[in-house]
């Protein structure tokens, strides 16, 4: 008997692997409906006037800055976290632009060797260390929001990984606002891909600034002093009715173009061969993330983001090079999450840091998986990546 295809044939999705639907045609509900909405995901709509708009806003922001550039000042900020994408806007900024950006990197005490490793590589590189700045007083409440959402996640339909690197990546970018704000830098650019465009489209509102900017009120009850410093203030709120610096994603306007990215880095000495990788240079919390999802839902959360990837490249040949590329990764991933070779000593750390061990993890996670109606669908969505049945 021939089992039937679980994997959309057009991206990477996997029916039954948070709430996906394959259809008789084998597609998911992405690819056969673009406005579809999933709580894990859902493409927010660019036509090609907004995108025609952004990039034309984001030509005048560059010439804004080099207008206003003297030397002394920093022009901007960019997060930096020593993946492809933020060390080519390093670049980019630099040589291209001649601009003086101060470069902004959070540690959350996740923060993997490779990603450290390129980035001293880069700083040295362009003699840069004076232009950055490391973070890591935050650490501990990177931590309390860690903890918080491992260990209140009840959902089944929401993936944690999702939950987590939004809250995350919130907090990552307040603390980064928060430089802007106190040293009057009126830019903070982020470079976030093209398909990272789950929640905002070139530029995040001040309102959302702000609500980003602000704990979860069930969060809240876990924050001391010390860990409120790293949201915004009222008194920063109210700061920014007369000074709010902007927050872009020049990446969802300029051409993108990834091979371009690694090959650029690399040739420069920038990253060394094969260390662009997000599936390196992503934190340890995420990875632990995902391997929970994985054991809950059946799946890895990193398709949703990945067969958007996919889905955008309009080259047939490319289209299909890129989706059996995701895939193929997808499957090792889950491999090697079922093997236990998964970024052992990353997850290690970041479970003993918890307070929690993987088998305990597994235990909680078990007992949710067996409350979940699809429960059946994951353990044979699970069960395929085993025994290399995925297809
Ligand atoms: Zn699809």
Redesign the pocket.
């Known amino acids: 008997m021939t089992e039937k295809h679980v994997i959309?044939?057009?991206?990477?999705?996997v029916e039954g692997f948070l709430g996906i639907e394959?259809n008789e045609d084998q597609?998911?509900?992405?690819?056969?409906d673009p406005n579809h909405v999933n709580p894990n995901w859902s493409k927010k709509r660019m036509s090609v006037e907004q995108k025609k708009e952004g990039l034309e806003n984001w030509n005048k922001t560059v010439r804004a800055m080099q207008r206003a550039h003297d030397g002394k000042h920093y022009d901007c900020i960019i997060g930096y976290s020593g993946g492809k994408d933020s060390t080519a806007l390093v670049d980019t900024f630099i040589n291209e632009y001649q601009l003086n950006p101060l470069l902004i990197t959070i540690d959350t005490g996740f923060m993997t060797d490779v990603a450290k490793e390129n980035m001293k590589e880069t700083l040295t590189k362009m003699d840069l260390f004076e232009n950055h700045l490391m973070i890591e007083e935050p650490i501990p409440t990177f931590t309390k929001l860690y903890h918080y959402f491992f260990f209140s996640h009840n959902s089944h339909e929401k993936s944690l990984t999702v939950d987590v690197c939004h809250k995350c990546t919130d907090l990552i970018h307040t603390i980064a606002y928060k430089e802007a704000l106190n040293r009057n830098i009126p830019y903070v650019i982020i470079g976030f891909s093209p398909d990272q465009i789950a929640r905002y489209f070139y530029e995040t509102s001040t309102e959302h600034i702000i609500m980003d900017g602000t704990p979860i009120p069930a969060f809240q009850t876990f924050l001391g002093e010390e860990d409120k410093q790293s949201f915004l203030s009222l008194e920063e709120i109210e700061k920014m009715s007369d000074f709010a610096p902007r927050v872009l994603y020049p990446y969802h306007v300029i051409d993108y173009d990834e091979h371009e990215i690694i090959n650029r880095l690399e040739s420069k000495g920038l990253i060394r061969k094969g260390k662009g990788d997000p599936v390196l240079t992503n934190c340890h919390v995420v990875k632990a993330a995902l391997l929970h999802d994985f054991y809950r839902y059946g799946g890895i959360t990193y398709a949703l983001q990945y067969?958007e990837l996919?889905?955008q490249e309009d080259d047939p040949e490319r289209h299909n090079q890129s989706r059996k590329s995701w895939l193929r990764m997808y499957k090792q991933i889950g491999k090697r999450i079922l093997d236990g070779t998964f970024n052992v000593e990353g997850m290690e750390a970041f479970f003993a840091n918890l307070g929690i061990t993987k088998e305990e993890l597994l235990q909680r996670i078990e007992e949710k998986r067996h409350a979940d109606p699809n429960e059946f669908q994951i353990l044979q969505n699970i069960e395929r990546i085993r025994t290399n049945k995925l297809r």
């Open positions: 959309c044939k057009n991206c990477i999705m394959i597609l998911c509900n992405f690819c056969a067969a996919v889905r």
